[in-house]
T-cell receptor
Framework: DARVTQTPRHKVTEMGQEVTMRCQPI?????VFWYRQTMMQGLELLAY????????DSGMPKDRFSAEMPDATLATLKIQPSEPRDSAVYFC????????????FGPGTRLLVL | GDSVTQMEGPVTLSEEAFLTINCTYT??????LFWYVQYPGEGLQLLLK?????DKGSNKGFEATYRKETTSFHLEKGSVQVSDSAVYFC???????????FGQGTELSVKP
């Protein structure tokens, strides 16, 4: 049963520290999405990639967030430096691309910045 | 820009009650419409989808019909179970390279 995997599942860190979240998309999927979920803002799209190239990162704070796909099996989201307002659940999702996009979500990384 | 509006939660129902969660959208062109479900502590899962007007998506007893004339995609289930307790998200995919626009989510709580 193919699934999107994310690591770590939970992360507690102190303000100012670097945080790296990793995502392994479903094998063969060429589109990867990063979302952030909070009680106040709901589900927000941060960035997404197709064939490893960034298509849209307009939802991401550029000064501290960065997203990359070093290869087709790994996507990373980094926050440097982290701030308490970054506390949220970060989801990765992958898809096959095309006109009708079904996205398959990972279990999320729950981040707490103290 | 494109947007999705859902009825506010939480919605609390007794087991075997009828469920409706309203969803309306604003979009240019002919979007595809989706319902995703998020169980506690998990990521979102696709529940059902419809790709053109008058299509009905269905899965696990849930249904939704794509109504272009009312720009709606309301989710219904005839008899809910405790295991249906979750947050439900309506979403659309327009001409934006596969990007999904999500509603704010509606929490459903089903009591025995």
């Amino acid at each position: 049963d193919a699934r999107v995997t994310q690591t770590p599942r939970h992360k507690v860190t102190e303000m100012g520290q670097e945080v790296t979240m990793r995502c392994q998309p479903i094998l063969g999927h060429n589109t990867v999405f990063w979302y952030r979920q909070t009680m106040m803002q709901g589900l927000e799209l941060l960035a997404y990639f197709r064939n490893r190239a960034p298509l849209d990162d307009s939802g991401m704070p550029k000064d501290r967030f960065s997203a990359e796909m070093p290869d087709a099996t790994l996507a990373t989201l980094k926050i440097q430096p982290s701030e308490p307002r970054d506390s949220a659940v970060y989801f990765c999702a992958s898809g096959l691309g095309g006109a009708v996009e079904t996205q398959y979500f990972g279990p999320g990384t729950r981040l707490l910045v103290l | 820009g494109d947007s999705v509006t859902q009825m506010e939660g939480p919605v609390t129902l007794s087991e075997e009650a009828f469920l409706t969660i309203n969803c309306t959208y604003t979009a240019t062109g002919y979007p595809s419409l989706f319902w995703y479900v998020q169980y506690p502590g998990e990521g979102l899962q696709l529940l059902l989808k419809a790709t053109k007007a008058d299509d009905k998506g269905s899965n696990k007893g849930f249904e939704a019909t794509y109504r272009k004339e009312t720009t709606s995609f309301h989710l219904e289930k005839g008899s809910v179970q405790v295991s249906d307790s979750a947050v439900y998200f309506c979403a659309l995919s327009g001409n934006q390279g596969g990007k999904l626009i999500f509603g704010q989510g509606t929490e459903l709580s089903v009591k025995p």
